[in-house]
């Protein structure tokens, strides 16, 4: 059992690395906030943390940072650690989520904002000052509605996945 977990698992990462990839290639407000994506390859999170463990959410988070850092951004860019610190903030977030009562589209919001707070915290550090925050309501703003959309599409994709384990 222990083999086909963590076979799904690394087909989890490579499909949340490929989505990232995609990702990245869509003109998103074409640059017009710096940082702002969709978060597709949450949903491979998100789905992940549902159907395993934050723990399991937390692994395939970080190893795709680390495999985009490899092919896209650089390893140890600026961009990476935004990612990092974003991506792990994110999952331990929506775990803690996870065991309230919200809905998994809840619990995708919560994760989006504090990716965001996550990259803010990045900038305050790397870039020595406390004004980068200003900028946090405006990524909070769109934090909402692609944690939304994030939420919807992981939500139906569980369904799914649920049934093919059932039929496993």
Not at 42 to 45: D, R
Not at 118 to 124: D, E, K, P, R
Not at 136 to 139: E, K, R
């Given at each position: 059992m222990e083999i086909q977990k963590y076979?799904?698992?690394t087909l989890f990462i490579a499909l949340s690395v490929v989505l990232n990839l995609v990702e990245s290639v869509i003109p998103?407000?074409?640059?017009?906030?710096p940082g702002l994506k969709l978060g597709l390859a949450?949903?491979?999170?998100l789905l992940v943390l549902y159907v395993y463990s934050m723990k399991d959410a937390l692994y395939v988070s970080v190893v795709r940072?680390?495999?985009v850092g490899i092919i896209r951004t650089g390893l140890f860019s600026m961009a990476f650690f935004f990612s990092l610190v974003g991506g792990?903030?994110?999952v331990l977030t929506m775990g803690i989520a996870k065991k309230t009562k919200l809905s998994i589209i809840g619990?995708?919001?919560i994760g989006s904002i504090f990716h965001s707070i996550?990259?803010?915290?990045?900038?305050?550090f790397i870039l020595n000052s406390f004004n980068i925050v200003y900028y946090?309501?405006?990524?909070i703003l769109f934090s909402i509605p692609t944690g939304i959309v994030v939420g919807f599409i992981t939500k139906s994709l569980i369904k799914y996945y649920n049934r093919y384990l059932e039929n496993d």
């Open positions: 076979t799904r698992l998103f407000f074409s640059g017009f906030i949450n949903i491979v999170i940072v680390i495999l792990i903030l994110s619990v995708s919001v996550g990259q803010i915290l990045v900038a305050i946090l309501p405006l990524l």
